[in-house]
């Protein structure tokens, strides 16, 4: 009775690769989706949210190491997984800026004090 209960609470559960529903329970305590067949440990998952959380916080990967009582490679490779993470999606948000892009005339240069705008001295057109 007590497998069956387990394994209704976990059908009501999301799996994280395909995002829908029908997780359960294997006998070596292991999540199983029905749709993808992932198989992924709970721990796991629980441990890399912390891993992510202190990442967040900006705290260093041996301190985090040393917090969480794992090893320094595993918690370094992690944060370096992380910021390849972020680097790959500001480059994919910056391809929106490739190629001709349309602006206004500016003014730069110049001091505050005086004639402001198109007729004020030392100010170049950009």
Known sequence: MK????DMYFLGRKCIFCDKY???????KRVKCKHCNKKYRLQKLKDDMQ????FY????ARKTARELDFRYKPIHRKFMDFRKSIADYCNAEARRLNGE???DESYFGGKKKGKRGRGAKNKEIA
């Open 101 to 103: 892009i349309e602006m």
């Open 57 to 60: 916080l900006e705290i260093s």
């Open 3 to 6: 497998r069956v209960l387990s």
């Open 51 to 54: 891993i992510l959380y202190y």
């Open 22 to 28: 029908g997780l359960y329970r294997l006998a070596d």
